[in-house]
C-alpha cells in the first residue's frame, strides 16, 4: 500500500494522524511504502520502504509526490506486459479552426 505522508512542517496534526494509520495499516499486516518529504524521521519505524521527496512548499507537494506514483505506475503495466501508451477507450478528438 502507498501512503502520501504530508510534511509535518505544513501540518503537524494531519501528519501525526496519517502516521497513526500507518500504525494500524501495519498492524493488520499489510506492506507499506511511504513518500515522505526528505527528513521527516517519524515515518521510519513504520514503512517497510520510504521514497523522499525534496521539500518544498505546501502547494507543490503533491506534484512532487505523484512523480514516484506515476513511474511506479508505469513500470507495474510494463512488467504486467501492458502498452502504456496504448490505452484502450481512449476517445481521440482534432479541433481545427
Given at each position: 500500500m502507498f501512503v502520501l505522508v504530508p510534511s509535518p512542517r505544513?501540518?503537524?496534526l494531519i501528519h501525526s494522524k496519517v502516521v497513526s494509520n500507518i500504525?494500524?495499516?501495519r498492524a493488520r499486516g499489510a506492506r507499506v511504502i511511504v513518500i515522505a518529504e526528505?527528513?521527516?524521521v517519524a515515518v521510519l519505524p513504520f514503512a517497510d520502504e520510504v521514497i523522499r521527496i525534496p521539500l518544498a512548499g505546501a502547494m507543490f507537494e503533491p506534484l512532487l509526490?505523484?512523480?514516484p506514483l506515476q513511474i511506479f505506475a508505469m513500470a507495474l503495466a510494463t512488467a504486467k506486459g501492458l502498452d502504456v501508451d496504448q490505452p484502450r477507450n481512449l476517445a481521440k478528438s482534432v479541433t481545427v479552426e
Open positions: 505544513h501540518s503537524a500504525q494500524e495499516i526528505e527528513g521527516d509526490a505523484v512523480v
